[in-house]
């Protein structure tokens, strides 16, 4: 296709934004269908969270259903903050003495889902509106004896509809902390003045209180609950018209670190339950590494990962199907900005970009991501501004500028999980695009990261610290090589290396896989590749 030589690129272009909260412009004109959405939204599906990784296009996806389906509503995250509870002493005392919190937590979701389902089933958005839909349900269930358990828990909350989430968790946690100084009062008050009590109690004793306790978080909240979940799907058995409970952003700051991956793990659990209800259907959007690390950290003896496969939509592109984003966009914002002939990406772009077609050269320096596609183009745009394409120059300019925004972007990204994730991805700074892992297993790496990391006091939350602390006490080899290995596992991770395990092997990114690479598969004679992403960020070679 020729250039369009009437087409000058005007400062400021841009074919998006990469928030979807943000790309109203271009989302519902330029949105390429994906078979997730499809998945996703057919109420007899059992798929019920879009799992992608960062920029995949998971809002995207929820904000498409809102825009199709009149019967949907959103959980905000940030509205739901649960301060309360990730305060509540009790929750810490339990947690202390080994009485698991799962259960309780997936109450708490399974309370909230309902109030929010029957809030928008029943358009029940004032208290004349509450009292009508009680009325009418009491009448419906009058005479059955099953049934009213769960009703006087509904009853609880009648005139609670319009209250915040962390109002209800608050009020639910309240009860459980009552409970609990109630039972065993005598101990809660000596753990709650006592710093060191964990240390001090048997494990007679404990167990004492895990028998005692347990009953609180497992047993009577949610059967409650599963009846209010029966008695709504009893209720609504004949209903046809499908109800959207959407959540998105957990993997953002709404609550503290230490409880977010229960949190998000005790969700996953409740939807199950959840699905009782055949006319609600809730949609969550979760990032691939969340997920994995929701996983690691709270799976216990016997647990499958796989039993979750039934539940998941995996977000994932195609190279066509990407380049088909980018050239809507590229159409629609020519289009409605500039001409009114039709341009696409080849218009815009040379036929090379150092030897490379110029497609594939953006696609391989991203992680396969529209958000990724997007920025690289915005990048390209502004430095061809003024100009009828996008020329060699300029792309080289954009790719620098590209690089260290992704570069800082993984940095601001990954904060949260890994705080020293600057300093690891520095161990690959000034290196050789690709090499065995063999070349960092020296004294030299673990001095650089005891530097980088072990002496900064922002950094000693993060798990390396550990790693690097038994590695300098065993000071032999096993120890820097167990550093590696973490170092290896988070640079995947987050999608800054691929590995090589053997030579027969693919190079394995978690980007495509989205499943981490088994530890004990990583060894010495493992080849590590930097993405080209961070090449100039990282002065690689």
């Known amino acids: 296709m020729s250039k369009r030589s009437s087409t000058i ?13 943000t790309d109203d412009d271009f989302l519902v004109d330029c949105f390429v269908d994906h078979p997730v959405l499809a998945e996703v939204i057919d109420p007899q599906s059992s798929k019920m969270i879009v799992l992608g990784n960062t920029g995949v296009g998971k809002t995207a996806i929820l904000r498409m259903i809102e825009r199709q389906k009149e019967l949907c509503t959103r959980i905000e995250i940030d509205e739901l903050s649960l301060n309360y509870v990730s305060n509540s002493d009790v929750i810490k005392f339990l947690h202390t003495i080994g009485v698991p919190t799962d259960r309780f937590f997936q109450a708490l979701w399974k309370h909230i889902i309902c109030l929010e389902y029957i809030k928008l089933r029943y358009r029940v958005n004032n208290e004349n509106k509450s009292s009508s839909f009680f009325d009418r349900l009491r009448e419906h269930f009058i005479g059955d004896g099953a049934k009213q358990k769960a009703l006087k828990y509904l009853e609880r909350w009648e005139n609670k509809f319009w209250v915040d989430f962390d109002e209800s968790a608050t009020e639910i946690t309240k009860q459980l902390e009552k409970d609990v100084a109630a039972s065993v009062g005598v101990d809660f008050e000596k753990f709650k003045s006592d ?48 109800n959207y409970v959407l959540i998105d952003r957990l993997d953002e700051n709404w609550v503290d670190a230490d409880l977010r991956f229960r949190l998000n793990r005790s969700m996953i659990e409740a939807l199950k339950s959840m699905r009782r209800l055949r006319d609600l259907k809730v949609v969550v959007a979760l990032r691939a590494d969340l997920m994995e690390k929701v996983i690691q950290e709270t799976k216990e003896e016997g647990f499958q990962s796989e039993k979750y496969a039934d539940y998941i939509s995996r977000l994932s592109w195609e190279p066509e199907q990407l380049k088909q984003v980018v050239n809507r966009r590229v159409n629609f914002l020519f289009r409605k900005r500039y001409t009114k002939d039709n341009v696409f990406f080849e218009d815009l772009f040379p036929d090379k970009i150092n030897r490379e077609k110029p497609f594939p050269y953006i696609l391989d320096r991203t992680l396969h991501r529209p958000r990724d596609a997007i920025n690289f183009v915005n990048y390209c745009l502004g430095q061809a501004a003024g100009k009828e394409v996008v020329n060699q120059s300029a792309a080289t300019a954009a790719t620098r500028l590209y690089s260290a925004g992704r570069h800082e972007a993984l940095i601001d990204e990954w904060r949260s999980v890994f705080p020293a994730i600057e300093p690891s991805l520095n161990v690959l700074r000034g290196r050789l695009q690709s090499f065995p892992l063999s070349e960092l297993h020296t004294s030299d790496t673990i001095d650089r990261l005891l530097s980088d990391v072990f002496a900064q006091p922002k950094y000693q939350l993060d798990p390396l610290n550990d790693v690097l602390d038994a590695a300098t006490s065993a000071d032999d080899g096993d120890g820097i090589f167990k550093v590696l290995q973490e170092l290896v596992d988070r640079l995947h991770l987050v999608g800054a290396i691929g590995v090589n395990v053997a030579p027969t092997e693919p ?35």
């Open 9 to 21: 690129i005007v400062a400021g272009s841009s074919i998006g934004q990469v928030s979807a909260e």
């Open 195 to 242: 710093a060191g009590y964990s240390r001090k109690v048997s494990d007679t004793k404990k167990h004492h209180l895990q028998q005692r306790l347990k009953k609180f978080v497992d047993a009577d909240l949610l059967a409650e609950l599963a009846g209010v979940i029966n008695l709504l799907a009893d209720y609504n058995a004949n209903e046809s018209n499908c």
């Open 507 to 541: 190079i394995h990114w978690f980007y495509k896989t989205q499943h981490r690479l088994p530890t004990a598969t990583i060894s010495l004679t493992s080849k590590i590749r930097v993405h080209p992403m961070l090449h100039s960020a990282l002065a690689i070679r």
